[in-house]
Structure formats: structure tokens, C-alpha cells
């Protein structure tokens, strides 16, 4: 059998859009012994009105492949957005283009964040979804043909007014989708946030996207959304717990093994610690020890129930 979760490792920092901190970055999270990486290929001004520049492309694909991973993502745009009307065409055009980048850089997960946008005076949470499905659905059989997953992200509330959906809800569009190229994924922190601001069971929440979930997004909070804007030094925010941390693993609040104790994923999910390495990452040798720790308890749970099923 193989193990539901069977890699785990980090995003790399995300440069400046002139490659000069890639290497680095992904050197600093080879040391670590992980066996996966996350690369925010966003960042990287690789992409030009949805096409994709040929030669800074051949220099990513020159730094990335030396170093092997077993387990490769990319992260698409932080704006990508298909419940984007007036710019749907571009993002997709975008999402074809990091489709392609995933195939050509050996990636076989392409981040994609669910949906956002403000309702119109005609319009309801419906068509949105609705909107989103269609653009997913198109995307999915494009990254069947490249033997890619796109992994649908959940996020949070981040204005008045905003339709986006719930953990449970991008479940069900992936459930509504049908296609083994687009599952969820769980970032739980971000499940944590918009379940205090909506008041829903965060717990309830992760166990609607677990059975539909390949992809997870590991950093810890305590759930607060953010009512202060603006801090002098994110260690502001850190001390009072405000916002979208992405601390190191134990720093917050997460019940990580209760979590990790009760769910399971789809097979061959990979966890990937979304922790800032530029403030943390003195951190991060502990905190692959502790994710290890909360994926041999997916494995083992999972090994025990399918020896069950045999003996019956």
C-alpha cells in the first residue's frame, strides 16, 4: 500500500523576479533533508501576458533540476482567481501557462486559490461557483494531458462584502468537478481564520475537504482574522496573533495531532510547510521532524485500516 502522505517539505523563499535568490532557496531546503518543494514560481517573472519567457524559463529549469526532489509543486498566482469576470480569459491564459511550466520543470502539482469576488447587484454566490467550476473543469482536462494535479487552495474573507467560499464549499466544487486532475487542498490556517469570522466548526470544515484533499498547506495560527492592517515588524503581529502567521509548526494554537490523529487524504498527498523562512528559517529542522511526525500518524492509521479490511 502506498502511503497517503509521501512527501513532506517546505516552500522556498520567493525572490525578487531576477532569479538571484532561487538556488539559495532551494539549497536551504535540500539541507534540511526534505523530500519536497514548493516553489512560488509567481514571483519569478516567468510569465508575460500569459506567455511564457523562454530563456529565464531555461535558467529555472537549469537551477531547479540538480537538486531532485522527490516531490515537486508550483505555486500559481496569490491572484489567481476564476471568479475573476472581468479578467477570466487572462487567468486562465496564466493557469495554461504554469500548467506547462509544471511539465517542463518536472512539477506534478500546480497551487491554485479558490475564488473571490464582490456580488453584483443581479448576481449571487451561485454564478460564481458556477464560473469557477466551468474554468477548473477546462484547466483539469488541460493538466490531464501533462499528468498534473491542480490543487484547489482555500482562503479566507479578506473584505467587506466579498462572496468566497467556505473549506466546505471548495469541496464541493471539486466534488462537482469529477476529475482526478483537481483535488483540494487544505491550508489550515487559513480553514482556522475564515471559520472564526464565519463561525463555523473549523474541525467540521477540515473533515468535508479531507476525503478530496492531495495537497496540504502546514503553518500555524490562532485563527484570528486580521483587524489591524498595519504593524511596524510582522513580530507585532506574531505577539499578538492577529492574521495569517505562517509560523513555525507548535507556535500557535492548531491542535496539529488531534487533526492528523482523526483525518485521512487522498493517496500520494504531499505536505508542504508554508513557513517564512527568511524570519524562520532557524526553525525548520524542528518543524520537519514535527510534520513527519503528524504524517506517519495519516500512515500508519491508514496501513492499520487496510490490514482491518483484508482480515474481514
Not at 498534473?148 to 462572496?163: A, D
Not at 487544505?186 to 475564515?194: K, L, V
Not at 500557535?252 to 508542504?272: K, R
Request: net charge negative; charged share 25%; glycine share 8%.
Amino acid at each position: 500500500m502506498s502511503d497517503i502522505i509521501s512527501a513532506v517539505g517546505f516552500c522556498n523563499r520567493t525572490g525578487r523576479g531576477d532569479l538571484s535568490e532561487l538556488d539559495a532557496s532551494l539549497r536551504e531546503i535540500a539541507e534540511t533533508g526534505a523530500n519536497a518543494c514548493e516553489i512560488g514560481i509567481y514571483g519569478e517573472e516567468i510569465i508575460a501576458g500569459g506567455r511564457i519567457i523562454e530563456d529565464r524559463t531555461q535558467r529555472v529549469i537549469d537551477i531547479v533540476r540538480p537538486y531532485g526532489f522527490q516531490k515537486l509543486s508550483l505555486h500559481g498566482q496569490i491572484v489567481s482567481n476564476f471568479m475573476d469576470r472581468q479578467h477570466l480569459h487572462l487567468q486562465k491564459k496564466v493557469v495554461r501557462a504554469m500548467l506547462e511550466l509544471c511539465d517542463r520543470l518536472g512539477a506534478g502539482i500546480l497551487v491554485h486559490h479558490s475564488g473571490a469576488a464582490l456580488l453584483g447587484p443581479d448576481e449571487n454566490g451561485a454564478d460564481l461557483d458556477r464560473m469557477e467550476r466551468d474554468a477548473l473543469a477546462e484547466m483539469g482536462e488541460i493538466a490531464r494531458g501533462y499528468g498534473v494535479r491542480i490543487v484547489l487552495e482555500n482562503i479566507f474573507t479578506t473584505e467587506s462584502g466579498q462572496y468566497r467560499q467556505t473549506p466546505r464549499q471548495v469541496a464541493e466544487t471539486v466534488q462537482a468537478i469529477g476529475s482526478d486532475h483537481v483535488v483540494a487542498l487544505i491550508d489550515f490556517s487559513h480553514a482556522y481564520i475564515e471559520s472564526t469570522f464565519k463561525g463555523l466548526d473549523f474541525r467540521d470544515e477540515l473533515r468535508a475537504m479531507a476525503p478530496v484533499t492531495g495537497h496540504l498547506h502546514v503553518h500555524d495560527s490562532f485563527g484570528l482574522p486580521s483587524t489591524k492592517k498595519t504593524f511596524y515588524h510582522p513580530a507585532e503581529a506574531t505577539a499578538l496573533g492577529i492574521g495569517d502567521l505562517h509560523l513555525p509548526i507548535g507556535w500557535g494554537d492548531i491542535a496539529w495531532e488531534e487533526i492528523f490523529s482523526e483525518l485521512t487524504f487522498l493517496p500520494d498527498t504531499t505536505l508542504i510547510m508554508e513557513i517564512d523562512s527568511g524570519r524562520f528559517l532557524d526553525q525548520q529542522p524542528a518543524c520537519l521532524q514535527k510534520a513527519r511526525t503528524l504524517a506517519t500518524l495519516v500512515n500508519q492509521r491508514a496501513a492499520a485500516t487496510a490490514r482491518e479490511a483484508l482480515r474481514a
